[in-house]
């Protein structure tokens, strides 16, 4: 049976007021328009909707169960038109991230300032993860997008949008002052105790490359959840350790940390963000995916004081 949606819409509207009149009213039609209408419905249906007499007109028991069924129908859309309607105006929704900690504090959080003031009615999920499990997230269509620093090689469906590169350096504090302003090589500081993440991070697996890369071996001593927990450490002379240039700034100003000058050159890195081709984004997805590129320069080298206290690493 495939009956014209519209019938059934100007049936409901019949029903719930019953009276042809009003319901053309609301619907700015015709009320004979209307009679034609639910003439054609019952002839379809092959029984009697509606019974009329000098009172007006009354639903027949069919016309009830049919009616129970149509109003949940016509309800349901028109909540969707109505949400639909304030997702395209940005007065409501929801847009769910997975984010790496680096990706979080160095590109994230200054773009999500600027978004939630622009649109405060926009709800935002951060899932935080480590690379590969924001990437898996991506894949599984449980976030709109995803952002983490060096990805590994991605596949269809996913596609990866690199947004900002970001340079590490290697920093120490007081107890190590005897080698600022000398340039030294990894050779040089193999006997100094090494701080780094788990091994279990994308961020170890890079160091460990460009270690070998170097004919050395990557052996940090102490090793953290998150890259947060670094700087303390070295701060307090636990250590010598990698971090981004940003995270590293104020410590760096402060005279509390002193950079290396490493002979052989670190690599620079990438943060990029990941969607999935096969879930398109929503509306309030897109201005945050079009405001991530277009301030991409400013987070790059933003000096923002929030450090994101998050249970993962890059």
């Known amino acids: 049976m495939n009956i014209n949606y519209e019938y059934y819409r100007i049936f409901y509207y019949a029903a719930k007021y019953k009276n042809f009149t009003q ?13 034609r209408t639910i003439k054609l419905l019952e002839h379809d249906l ?12 009354a639903l027949t028991p ?21 949400e639909m309607a304030r997702s395209i105006h940005m007065q409501d929704g929801c847009v769910t991230i997975g984010a790496s900690e680096t990706a979080l504090y160095m ?5 999500l ?6 649109h405060p009615q926009i709800r935002i999920r951060i899932l935080n993860h480590l ?4 990437v898996e997230s991506a894949k599984r269509g449980e976030v709109d997008f995803a952002v983490a620093v060096d990805p590994p090689e991605i596949e269809k469906p996913l596609i990866c949008h690199p947004v900002i590169q970001f340079q590490d350096i290697l920093i120490g504090g007081f107890a190590y002052r005897m080698f600022e302003n000398k340039l030294v090589t990894l050779g040089e500081l193999s006997a100094l105790p090494l701080i780094s993440l788990m091994e279990n991070t994308v961020t170890y697996r890079f160091y460990e490359n460009f270690y070998l890369r170097h004919g050395r071996m990557f052996l940090p001593e102490l090793q953290a959840a998150t890259t947060d927990q670094i700087l303390p450490m070295i701060k307090s002379d636990l250590g010598i350790g990698y971090l981004p240039e940003t995270y590293a700034k104020e410590a760096l100003e402060k005279r509390e940390v002193f950079r290396f000058l490493l002979q052989e050159e670190i690599p620079s890195r990438e943060i990029c963000l990941i969607e999935n081709e096969e879930y398109p984004l929503n509306i309030a997805a897109k201005e945050l995916k079009t405001l991530l590129f277009h301030n991409k320069n400013s987070s790059a080298h933003s000096s923002t004081n929030t450090t994101a206290h998050a249970a993962v690493d890059t």
């Open 131 to 134: 690379t590969m499990q924001a």
């Open 107 to 111: 590109l994230l959080l200054p773009v």
């Open 23 to 35: 319901a053309a009213q609301i619907l700015h039609n015709s009320q004979p328009n209307i009679s």
């Open 62 to 82: 069919e016309g009830e169960r049919l009616y129970l069924h149509v109003k949940a129908a016509v309800e349901r859309i028109h909540f969707a038109e109505n």
């Open 46 to 57: 092959g029984c009697r909707l509606f019974v009329r007499s000098n009172r007006g007109i």
């Open 113 to 118: 300032r600027q978004f939630k003031k622009n």
